[in-house]
């Protein structure tokens, strides 16, 4: 069994930072795959940000440039940290782990309010 326990977000001003984190327990493989995914209501959801455990990155083309992925495979974690936030940013961000073959193991979601 794996859990995903997120944590940060939050409300901020537009233009601001905020930074998510997402810590993995339980049976961890070498390879995986860690990162977030978003979906806003009425929208398809959308990979945020994603950290291969050799350290390649995955971003959305809407956060290039503002958002960073981060991890410590030691403690199984990942963090993404937002910069320039924008309202079209607000929504629930949902960290995953991927392990091959298993199936996609996900967080129960942290909200990102972004006010104009």
């Known amino acids: 069994q794996v859990q995903l326990v997120g944590s940060g977000g939050g409300l901020v001003q537009a233009g601001g930072s905020l930074r998510l984190s997402c810590a993995a327990s339980?049976?961890?493989?070498?390879?995986?795959?860690m990162g977030w995914y978003r979906q806003a209501p009425g929208k398809q959801r959308e990979l945020v940000a994603d950290?291969?455990?050799?350290?390649?990155?995955t971003y959305g083309d809407s956060v290039k440039g503002r958002f960073t992925i981060s991890r410590d495979n030691a403690k199984n974690t990942v963090n993404l940290q937002m910069n320039s936030l924008e309202p079209e940013d607000t929504t629930v961000y949902y960290c995953?782990?991927?392990?091959?073959?298993?199936?996609?193991?996900w967080g129960q979601g942290t909200q990102v309010t972004v006010s104009s």
């Open positions: 995953f782990l991927s392990q091959m073959p298993r199936f996609p193991v």
């Open positions: 339980g049976s961890i493989l070498g390879i995986n795959t």
């Open positions: 950290m291969t455990s050799v350290g390649r990155t």
